[in-house]
């Protein structure tokens, strides 16, 4: 099984639509991201948060918002979804200290 | 703020031959640094990773990158590219916060193709 499991993998939803992107981790690590990737722009910082009680926004959070409902678990959703927010979303979890981060497979977005 | 550089879009090796990726960070301290590679629909999988030790730092696969204080780089070689290598790379750099915790930030990537 996987260490991080984002769900689902693929979604296409339409405009002014609501939708959750689901993360887990089986990694016990405290640190979990959002990033959204898009051609020619690398990976960009959406929300992340280092506890349960700790979110903070990223570089690019609006029009975003998260739920760190456990250690765990953490969720983005799109409260009303626009065709730029069409990409390609990565959620990844890192233990504390400077180390690396651990990504999922990655949730292909659409919005049309 | 911290920041990276990857100075090419694209590069494109025949196979067989060595492979550069180049990488120039900006940071007022002493970064830790990260090369990552994404296969075609797939995550992101660590190559390798600088955190003050060797400067020197081999990865998976036969990759490995050397960090250059004076000419703040951390390009990435291998000495005989496969055409399993074809993918895009990204070069990391950590950005600490303000209460001295880090998050991540990617360069923009670089897509290799391997040439038969």
């Known amino acids: 099984d996987a260490d991080v499991t984002q769900t689902p993998r693929n979604r296409i939803t339409k405009t002014g639509k609501r939708i959750m992107l689901e993360c887990s981790q089986t990694?016990?690590?405290?640190?979990m991201y959002w990033y959204r990737q898009d051609p020619g722009l690398g990976l960009r910082l959406i929300y992340y948060?280092?506890?349960?009680?700790?979110?903070n926004k990223g570089e690019i959070s609006d029009g975003y918002s998260v739920s760190r409902q456990a250690q765990a678990k953490f969720s983005l959703s799109l409260e009303s979804a626009i065709p730029n927010q069409t990409a390609l979303y990565f959620c990844?979890?890192?233990?504390?200290?400077?180390?690396?981060?651990?990504f999922g497979q990655g949730t292909r977005l659409t919005v049309v | 703020a911290q920041s990276v550089t990857q100075l090419d879009s694209h590069v494109s090796v025949s196979e067989g031959t060595p492979v550069l990726l180049r990488c120039n960070y900006s940071?007022?301290?002493?970064?830790?640094l990260f090369w990552y590679v994404q296969h075609p629909n797939k995550g992101l999988q660590l190559l390798l990773k600088?955190?003050?030790?060797?400067?020197l730092v081999k990865g998976i696969n036969g990759f490995e990158a050397e960090f250059k204080k004076s000419e703040t780089s951390f390009h990435l070689t291998k000495p005989s590219a496969h055409m399993s290598d074809a993918a895009e790379y990204f070069c990391?750099?950590?950005?600490?916060?303000?209460?001295?915790?880090?998050?991540?930030?990617f360069g923009s990537g670089t897509r290799l193709l391997v040439r038969p």
């Open positions: 990844a979890t890192s233990g504390s200290g400077n180390t690396e981060a651990f």
């Open positions: 990694k016990g690590h405290d640190r």
């Open positions: 948060s280092f506890d349960v009680k700790d979110i």
């Open positions: 940071s007022s301290y002493s970064p830790s």
């Open positions: 600088y955190t003050s030790a060797a400067t």
């Open positions: 990391v750099v950590s950005d600490i916060r303000r209460d001295s915790s880090y998050k991540l930030i």
